[in-house]
């Protein structure tokens, strides 16, 4: 079974980004993030509706992460490591199956340079190398092209299509669930 110890927070790097802990100094990037309708379009869950409830949303992610449920990263650019431009996490492990769930969020001010794939290949080989999982999935709005996108290009395939199986608003949504495996993880 697998082994799960966030102690201390695991603090990754790549070319230009650090994936470092979320904290306090980050509600209001945060809050951007979890309210944005562009950020949120794809994401079916109610936005948030204030910086106190995402004060809360905070301990919350803080007390996943202590409890060793789930790793939640907060993207800053190396040249900026004090403000938040994204999250990115692994989260829903199933220990006795050594899988885990990715997702992530980017500030649009960002989108379309790359960031978010060099994040992703970041925490792929992190939940691959040092965590030990053997598959990692991702579930998305089959509508979301670019994460789709983003997620191919990692080498995810996508390995279901559930029609209507998620209600929100009131309305049925369809959800496309992606998968790689290490074995088929290409490390760059």
Known sequence: ML?????????LETERLILRRKNENDVNELFFLRSDERVMRYIDRERQKST??????????????????????GIALKEDPATLIGSILLWKFQKEHFRAETG????????????????LHKVLQYGFNELSLHSIEA???????????????????REAYFRENFHFKGKFLDTAVYSLLKREYKQS
């Open 139 to 157: 579930i998305i709005n089959p509508e979301n092209n670019a994460s789709a996108g983003i997620l191919e290009s990692a080498g995810f395939i």
């Open 52 to 73: 106190e409830e995402t004060k809360e949303f905070l301990k919350n992610l803080d007390k996943a992460i202590d409890n060793n449920e789930s790793l939640i990263w």
């Open 104 to 119: 992530y969020v980017l500030h649009p001010d960002h989108w379309r340079k790359g960031y978010m794939r060099e994040a």
């Open 3 to 11: 082994e799960l110890n966030f102690t201390p927070f695991p603090v």
